[in-house]
């Protein structure tokens, strides 16, 4: 069913939710925004803690030039489309390198034949290039892992819609930035078409929750949603991707593009709304409070959703930055046993492999799973927590992984699994491994007037 565009709304879609969501979403969209009146964006949202952290040390060590790994597969399909449809992109594909994911981007346009794009890059998020590593760690954690004596990766703080939505008013094509909320990058395009005030607390806060409704894809139109038999959602091999319109009061109307699967109904855009709402009278962000708890939401038509009543206070003086730290090495292996008494020797497997890990030494935390026989819930211990009858035969995979400090520790997991094959029970088979090094995160709140002089907005040319 083909959508019922309100003049003068401005249209957002947002094409990805994380690193890696399907690479394919943003062409429906911009096929169906190319035909609509009125501004239009296409958002990117692919850059959680752990995401930044590794783009950092792959930037640091000279793996990858620290920009999102998988630019390409998200740009080069619809930039000649989005670019010729007056759709503009705002992303933190940024990530650890905002600049260099702006020249790849040009790169991209000449290969493809097509005016280069007015590429802006707003910068500021990374704290340890204007701070000390004493300075960032001097404020308090508020939440994750004690970081004393271990080296910064990464410190990174959040930052607000502003400097996003005055990109774009130096007629941005494309505004790439690294940390920034993942609300902000809807909130900016809706700051520089409606020009709010930065007092206007209740627009800016219904800004806010339409960049959240957004922010995690295909959450909000059905998929993570869909539970078969409880809450069935129609073709989601074809889910579409949200398309929001928000009109100059902020109120906000969920769709998606026409022909695609999914399904936005009250119950979705609920879930999405709640998700990682803390406190529904005091969602945090830079630019403003937003209290949803006097909202109310209306099917307006089929797989249209209409969110209204959102309330706005003064956001926090401070703003939340994540320190991501060195944690060690992972090592995981797994090995499948099946048929006839298989849990036992699945079992017993893992049991093989505890008793020589213990016989070793060592320090590293280890855990121990069998697939299949309620491995999600017994924390990783031999013993399960509940003794309900289990199918003795069948097909069982174990998983043993340890986390150390020591590379040579975590791979010794690895190789007592690989030596079950004639050490071990019979008939194991389907032997898998990986070996990652890996980081921990925490959450420290900074005062703005730490971070605000450092935020900068410039344009990269090709």
């Keep these: 069913m083909t959508s019922t565009i309100v003049n003068a ?13 399907r690479f394919d979403a943003a062409i429906p969209i911009v096929a169906d ?12 949202e692919v850059l959680a803690e752990r995401t930044l952290a590794l783009a950092q040390r792959q930037r640091r060590d000279g793996q990858h030039p620290g920009y ?8 080069r399909p619809i930039l000649k489309d989005a670019m010729a449809g007056n759709i503009r992109i705002v992303s933190n594909m940024g990530s650890a390198n905002p600049r260099a994911a702006a020249e790849r981007i040009h790169a991209i346009a000449q290969e493809l034949g097509i005016a280069p794009p007015r590429i802006y890059i707003v910068t500021g998020d990374d704290m340890l290039s204007y701070m000390s590593e004493a300075e960032i760690t001097s404020n308090p954690i508020i939440e994750g892992i004690d970081i004393a004596d271990r080296p910064l990766i990464a410190a990174n703080a959040y930052l607000g819609a502003r400097p996003i939505g005055d990109a774009l008013n130096r007629k941005a094509d494309i505004v790439l930035v690294g940390r920034t ?3 902000a990058l809807a909130l900016g395009p809706l700051l520089h078409i409606y020009n709010w005030a930065k ?23 059905g998929a993570y949603f869909a539970d078969p038999g409880f809450k069935d959602v129609p073709d989601l091999a074809n889910v579409g991707f949200p398309i929001a319109e928000i009109d100059g009061q902020g109120n906000v109307t969920i769709g998606k593009p026409a022909g695609t699967g999914g399904l936005i109904s009250k119950a979705t855009v609920t879930e999405q709304l709640l998700y990682e709402m803390h406190d529904p009278s005091a ?10 708890t006097q909202c109310s939401l209306t099917q307006t038509d089929t797989n249209r959703v209409t969110i209204s009543g959102v309330l706005g206070h003064t956001p926090p003086n401070q703003m939340k930055a994540t320190l991501c730290v060195a944690n060690g090495w992972m ?26 890990m213990r016989h070793a030494g060592g320090n590293g935390q280890i855990r ?3 697939i299949g026989d309620a491995s999600a819930f017994n924390g990783g211990h031999l013993t399960r927590p509940h003794q309900e009858p289990s199918n003795n035969d069948g097909d069982y995979r174990i998983r043993a992984a340890l986390l150390s400090q020591s590379r040579n520790e975590a791979q010794s997991i690895i190789d007592e699994v690989q030596s079950l094959y004639c050490s071990g029970p019979a008939g194991g088979g389907g032997f898998r491994h990986h070996l990652t090094e890996q980081v921990a995160t925490a959450s420290i709140l900074v005062d703005k007037e730490q971070i605000l002089p450092h935020i900068h907005i410039e344009e990269v040319s090709p």
């Design 9 to 21: 709304a401005v249209h957002i879609g947002c094409a990805a939710g994380f690193s890696g969501d």
């Design 331 to 356: 090592g995981e292996a797994e090995m499948s046993y099946a048929g006839p008494n298989a849990l036992a020797r699945a079992r017993l497997a893992n049991e093989v492999i505890e008793q020589r």
């Design 283 to 292: 969602y945090l962000t830079p630019d403003v409070t937003a209290d949803i």
């Design 68 to 75: 999102s790994p998988y630019l390409d597969r998200y740009i």
């Design 181 to 183: 909320t993942d609300s």
């Design 368 to 370: 121990f799973d069998i």
């Design 199 to 221: 007092d206007d607390w209740h627009r800016l806060a219904r800004g806010t929750i339409a960049g959240h409704l957004l922010e995690c894809g295909a959450q909000v139109s």
């Design 33 to 44: 925004m190319a035909n609509r009146e009125g501004p239009k964006f296409l958002l990117f």
